[in-house]
């Protein structure tokens, strides 16, 4: 094999915290070629990883799909619309998702060429002392050489012993994004973010829906205000939501279209079986260094396959960085975002950082699920003197005109110095209002911060002006 290419930065994977990292350390002067092996359904590379290809983009797009169906049978009517016979064409729906996600990771490409980044398409390996080799889609192998290489793999699906993925009928996220039907029965373990939103989608569109969530609570990293709000709506969309479902089996059987699931799980009534049409496992994600790492490289893994870092992203062996969903921290395409800039800053000698307690959070069913900071729960557990204040967007002018009353906003403010230590919505359009809590909380604003901003009227926001104003017990819309 030819001498090594050489580049300042090699960056493995093209998905947020990648291709962030990449461009950025471009744009910073720095000569970078970045791997990724994914294929579009075209069969041609595609850029942007799991959150552009299967993950983020494509599940909003069928979430913001079915949410327009649904509309159509329970919202239309308050509006005095009428209509006859709505169907959906899931071919179509599906069809421009898809379109979509060519959009996004077309759109990659263009940016790498416009930032001089080098593309390479295959399967990566790191290799001692910053070497990567790359095994190519058409089975050549390119060495490369990087001063720095940061490690961006990515994750992938838990997959269940009993309940193998075979993409059609126990299926991960990337298959319940592409049913070709509503399937009648749809059973979906985990109440998770992907669980939850892809069990909306197809709950929307006319599937039974059944969620099977082994742990006893609903939502438990969310405010458990939040979360109770929450499962309320849910149920009230016809979404049957199990807690303490612990599943231990999944029988496929029949043939073709009469292929059939049939799960059994216990909760508190014992030992039970159903029997569905899809069986979506969304019991949470791993990371993706399997085969990442030749011998010798002195990058160290933990128990849970997870890269091992420090706070700057830095893997301990000299030039090597590791972002993303194969680090410690929580899966969010966003929180790649970030640690791919900060680390492509610090290799070219810049100040690099990402807080971690503002890095926000977003469920985006119907109604949306959001917070960042402290939940009430955390603080009691860590002895923090909190306050808050809540108001509910069936007060808010706005969100009762659009026909979308349901919710809350909850504000977490000290007790003794009022800096804001938490944000929590449930409620329509909360995936934006969220960021007033992340800014406040970055700038150490307060809840009288908040409190004393003007907020135009009418708009949803104003339930964070009110639930500010209601933690000193002064909201004008409440009775405090």
């Not at 390119?142 to 838990?158: F, P, Q």
């Not at 557990?381 to 659009?402: H, L, Q």
């Not at 009022?418 to 449930?426: M, P, S």
Request: net charge negative; with cysteine; glycine share 12%.
């Amino acid at each position: 094999m030819s001498e090594p290419q050489q580049f300042d930065v090699v960056v493995i994977g093209a998905g947020p915290a990648g291709y962030h990292a990449a461009i950025r350390a471009a744009q910073l002067g720095l000569k970078v070629a970045c791997i990724d092996a994914a294929l579009g359904k075209d069969g041609k590379p595609a850029l942007g990883g799991t959150c552009l290809r299967v993950g983020c983009i494509p599940s909003k797009a069928l979430l913001d799909s079915s949410r327009q169906f649904w509309n159509m049978g329970h919202l239309f009517g308050d509006h005095g619309i009428s209509f006859k016979d709505a169907k959906i064409d899931v071919g179509a729906m599906v069809g421009r998702k898809d379109k979509i996600v060519k959009q996004f990771t077309g759109g990659i490409a263009m940016l790498f060429k416009a930032n001089k980044v080098t593309p390479f398409y295959g399967f990566a390996t790191l290799h001692p002392d910053r070497t990567v080799k790359v095994k190519q889609h058409d089975g050549s192998e390119v060495e490369l050489a990087g001063s720095n290489v940061i490690l961006a793999a990515g994750s992938d699906s838990i997959e269940l012993p009993f309940a193998k993925f075979d993409g059609e009928t126990i299926v991960d996220n990337v298959g319940a994004l592409d049913f070709t039907e509503v399937p009648k029965r749809l059973a979906v373990i985990g109440a998770g973010v992907i669980g939850l939103e892809l069990g909306s989608v197809w709950k929307r569109l006319g599937a039974e829906v059944t969620v099977l969530e082994a742990l006893p609570d609903f939502l438990a990293a969310a405010d458990a205000e939040v979360a109770k709000t929450a499962a309320k709506e849910f149920r009230k969309q016809g979404l049957d939501i199990k807690l303490g479902a612990k599943v231990s089996k999944a029988e496929v059987t029949g043939k073709g279209k009469k292929k059939e699931v049939a799960v059994t799980f216990a909760d508190k009534d014992g030992e039970q079986t159903i029997t569905v049409d899809k069986l979506l496992v969304a019991v949470g994600r791993r990371a993706a260094s399997k085969g990442l790492l030749a011998e010798g490289t002195g990058v160290k893994l933990n128990e849970r396959g997870q890269i091992e870092v420090d706070e700057h992203c830095h893997t301990g062996v000299d030039g090597v960085w590791a972002i993303g969903d194969c680090v410690r921290g929580p899966m969010l395409a966003h929180k790649g975002f970030e640690e791919g800039i900060a680390v492509a800053e610090l290799i070219a000698g810049l100040p690099g950082h990402v807080n971690f307690d503002t890095i926000p959070w977003v469920i985006y069913t119907e109604p949306e699920i959001a917070w960042v900071g402290r939940t009430e729960q955390q603080l009691k557990e860590e002895g923090v003197p909190y306050k808050t204040g809540s108001f509910p967007f069936a007060a808010i002018g706005r969100a009762v005109a659009m026909g979308e009353p349901a919710g809350f906003v909850k504000v977490i403010a000290h007790a003794e110095t009022d800096r804001v230590l938490g944000l929590h919505l449930v409620g329509v359009g909360v995936s934006e209002l969220v960021h007033e809590g992340v800014l406040a909380m970055e700038f150490k604003g307060s809840a009288d911060d908040l409190a004393r901003i003007c907020h135009a009227h009418p708009t949803l926001s104003e339930a964070i002006h009110d639930a500010a104003m209601a933690v000193d017990k002064r909201a004008i819309h409440k009775a405090n």
